[in-house]
């Protein structure tokens, strides 16, 4: 690895992407912990952090995260980790053209303008990691989450084809796949179905309120649900291997479904994939 030990990570509020934060700084990073909320960006600040607002739906603040960084680090940058995102909850039928923009901007778009901005300076260094927080969901499409579904999709292949682009030129781009992890994913779900969804008016308002059901409830939603830091241990190999992975399955349903996927004709994945979701 470099001896450029500089990372950028977005979505570091909690979660994934605070627990990147303070692991990777404990290995000696230099971390750029961003946020979308002044609030979140103090408490990092309060705990030592380099920390920058970083909107991921707002071109502005992500351009003056980046020179911020920049600034600091003489114009060098080693690692971004494109972890910033959310889950838009709804049946595909009630996203409206806003909503699924919505969450584009922030799981897609976002995330396609800050990769862009850094690396003309991973290239002119010649050597660079760029980690894509992607999910199971990425893969392995589930009924209510189309939304999320879809950005995560649409990651994966914008990632796939940057890698090819990228070969040869020292900068490594890898997908980390995670399936159910502790976090404030769920709440942050949860608010923004409430916030675009009517579900009492729409022909899937008993799934949603199964589905409301699962998202307040206390502790893991599902079997298998790990930690934060099962995606801290995929990142740090990812950060320093000499060849890093192009994927990341952290979780055993992103193992098992990309198993199935691999194994299984559509119509029976289909058939196990209504009956978890």
Do not use: W
């Amino acid at each position: 690895m470099e001896n450029n030990k500089t990372i950028l990570i977005t979505g570091c509020s909690s979660g994934i992407g605070l627990c990147a934060a303070r692991g990777l700084r404990q290995r000696g990073y230099q971390v750029f912990a961003t946020a979308r909320k002044a609030a979140d960006v103090n408490s990092l600040r309060a705990e030592g952090f380099d920390a920058f607002r970083l909107d991921l739906a707002d071109s502005g603040s992500i351009r003056i995260a980046v020179d911020q960084v920049l600034q600091r680090t003489g114009g060098e940058l080693y690692a971004l980790f494109n972890n910033g995102a959310y889950g838009q909850p709804g049946a595909v039928e009630d996203l409206s053209r806003e909503v699924l923009r919505e969450q584009f901007e922030t799981n897609l778009f976002g995330t396609h303008e800050l990769t862009i901005l850094v690396l003309p300076v991973m290239r002119k260094q010649g050597y660079g990691r760029i980690i894509q927080n992607s999910s199971l969901l990425g893969f392995a499409a589930m009924a209510y989450r189309g939304a999320y579904n879809a950005s995560k999709y649409a990651l994966e292949g914008l990632s796939d084809t940057l890698r090819l682009e990228l070969a040869g030129t020292g900068i490594f781009v890898s997908l980390v796949e995670p399936g159910p992890i502790l976090s404030r994913f769920r709440d942050n779900a949860l608010a923004m179905f409430k916030k675009n969804i009517d579900g009492e008016r729409s022909v899937h308002r008993e799934k949603y309120r199964a589905m409301e059901a699962r998202l307040v409830k206390e502790g893991p939603a599902v079997p298998f649900t790990l930690g934060p830091d099962a995606v801290l241990r995929a990142v740090v190999h990812a950060l320093e291997a000499k060849r890093p992975k192009a994927r990341y399955y952290v979780t055993f349903p992103t193992h098992l479904f990309g198993f199935l996927k691999r194994v299984l004709p559509d119509r029976a994945l289909d058939q196990i994939l209504r009956r978890v979701g």
